[in-house]
């Protein structure tokens, strides 16, 4: 018997206990109780099922309405990106262009803000926050941003502020009587640090306002760029710091993650000239240096379960789910790397992004069902789940703790 278990079974009541012992000498009921098996994760605990950018799914991503959904299906976590605005307000959008989630195009107020410039290297012409106040930007209607997904909410809910999901959260928390957690993510550091609006200041001093500055504290903070962790270290932020980890694309050829910019490496390293790629993080060298600053990784899927597709004699990718198009839903699910492992050995917890319901977004090998997927990655012992659809994150769940016997 595991010490878990011991422990479990510890916390029966004697009487229980002795009915128990009793049931197994004498060969057992009809339906005994299963045993309980541990948890795989880090801390020895069930997976968060962290709602990414809200209830997104279902929602217009970053709003209010999106958090609080999240929140009523269940969430451990709400999730958001932060970028600045012209009058230094962190607001939750995950791009600094508002025209990929505002109906900003459609304001003709603001059609001389339209502009062309770079993100991280990347040309993008639209309207970018740093150029709109507050006020301003209160005054746009947020979209949903996957044309697959309910289109009927699309300008009804506002751009929020980190303030303001703060304030939802520890309001739901006490109404619920359980501890919701943020999760933001400082977004393009390097780039809002150019435009003279930096985002750490503003976020350890929203943390430290809200009580939080501890490591015990319902507060994930999250980035793709090791410099803007390690800053908000250096000035005193003591909540939880979790490294990010990017890739381009798959080759479903080959199995393999590809490397492309701006996702090749973190920003702060391409202009520090560090040649480096995302991959460097995932080594043990790689993991043991995030340890020096952070508690936890964020990988993409993919570096935990590879995907990869069929070849035909001819070395061509083939239709295997016979939809006349070859993707990503022809592709299947690889035996499992070592990640969560070799992270867990580093003292790392792993949150793995980003899951999702759609079909075309599922290896073949699930059968349309993203419940097995939940399932392949919670019996790896992944300790967090990044999800646009927190309710069926928690539906595999709930099926993994009664595979478990909880
Ligand atoms: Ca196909």
């Given at each position: 018997?595991t010490?878990f278990?011991q422990?479990?079974y510890l916390?029966?009541?004697?009487t ?9 000498a004498?060969?057992g ?5 299963p ?10 605990v069930?997976?968060?099922?962290i ?9 217009p991503?970053e709003?209010?309405?999106?958090y609080?959904r ?13 970028v600045?605005t012209?009058d230094?307000?962190l607001?939750?959008?995950h ?6 989630s505002?109906?900003?195009a459609k304001r ?10 770079t993100v991280?290297?990347e040309?993008?012409t ?11 930007i209160k005054t746009?209607?947020?979209l949903i ?7 009927s909410?699309?300008?009804?809910f506002?751009?929020?502020?980190f303030?303001e999901?703060i ?7 006490t109404?619920l009587g359980r501890t919701i ?5 400082t ?11 930096p985002?750490?200041?503003k976020?350890?001093a ?8 501890n490591?015990?504290s319902?507060v994930y903070?999250?980035?793709?760029e090791?410099?803007?962790?390690k800053?908000m ?7 939880k710091l979790?490294?990010?980890i ?9 199995g393999?993650?590809?490397y492309?910019a701006?996702y090749d490496?973190p920003?702060d ?5 560090d040649?480096?790629?995302?991959s460097a993080?995932v080594t043990?060298?790689?993991?043991a240096?995030?340890k020096?600053y952070?508690d936890?990784?964020?990988p993409?899927?993919?570096y935990?379960v590879?995907v990869?597709g069929?070849?035909d ?6 239709d295997?789910n ?7 839903n022809d592709a299947?699910?690889?035996p499992p790397?070592?990640l ?8 790392l917890f792993?949150h793995?992004?980003?899951?999702r ?7 073949f090998?699930y059968?349309k069902?993203p ?6 990655f919670?019996r790896?012992g992944l300790?967090?789940v990044?999800?646009d659809f ?6 595999a769940?709930?099926?993994y703790?009664r595979?478990l016997?909880?």
């Amino acid at each position: 018997m595991t010490f878990f278990a011991q422990t479990n079974y510890l916390k029966l009541s004697v009487t229980a206990s002795a009915m128990l012992l009793a049931l197994s000498a004498c060969g057992g009921g009809d339906d005994p109780l299963p045993a309980v098996q541990p948890f795989k994760t880090l801390a020895n605990v069930q997976p968060l099922v962290i709602a990414h950018r809200g209830a997104s799914g279902a929602l217009p991503e970053e709003t209010l309405e999106a958090y609080a959904r999240a929140i009523d299906l269940g969430a451990d976590v709400v999730e958001p990106d932060l970028v600045s605005t012209k009058d230094g307000v962190l607001i939750a959008r995950h791009d600094p262009n508002l025209d990929f989630s505002t109906d900003v195009a459609k304001r003709p107020e603001f059609a001389s803000r339209k502009k062309t410039t770079t993100v991280d290297g990347e040309t993008q012409t639209g309207w970018f926050a740093s150029d709109f106040t507050l006020a301003e930007i209160k005054t746009l209607g947020a979209l949903i941003t996957d044309s697959e997904r309910d289109q009927s909410n699309n300008g009804k809910f506002k751009v929020i502020t980190f303030q303001e999901l703060i304030d939802l959260v520890k309001t739901r928390s006490t109404q619920l009587g359980r501890t919701i957690a943020v999760y933001p993510e400082t977004k393009n550091p390097s780039y809002h640090r150019a435009l003279g609006l930096p985002l750490e200041d503003k976020l350890i001093a929203a943390i430290t306002a809200a009580g939080w500055n501890n490591k015990t504290s319902p507060v994930y903070v999250q980035s793709f760029e090791p410099g803007s962790l390690k800053e908000m270290k250096t000035k005193g932020l003591q909540a939880k710091l979790i490294q990010l980890i990017d890739a381009d694309d798959y080759d479903l050829k080959t199995g393999k993650l590809t490397y492309a910019a701006p996702y090749d490496r973190p920003y702060d390293w391409t202009l520090s000239g560090d040649t480096r790629l995302f991959s460097a993080m995932v080594t043990p060298a790689g993991l043991a240096e995030i340890k020096t600053y952070a508690d936890g990784i964020g990988p993409w899927k993919p570096y935990i379960v590879p995907v990869k597709g069929a070849l035909d004699a001819a070395g061509n990718l083939r239709d295997v789910n016979g939809d006349g198009k070859v993707n990503y839903n022809d592709a299947s699910s690889q035996p499992p790397t070592t990640l969560i492992a070799d992270a867990h050995k580093a003292g790392l917890f792993v949150h793995a992004y980003t899951f999702r319901n759609e079909q075309r977004r599922l290896a073949f090998d699930y059968n349309k069902d993203p419940k097995a997927e939940y399932l392949q990655f919670y019996r790896l012992g992944l300790d967090g789940v990044f999800s646009d659809f927190p309710d069926t994150a928690l539906e595999a769940r709930a099926s993994y703790l009664r595979e478990l016997g909880r």
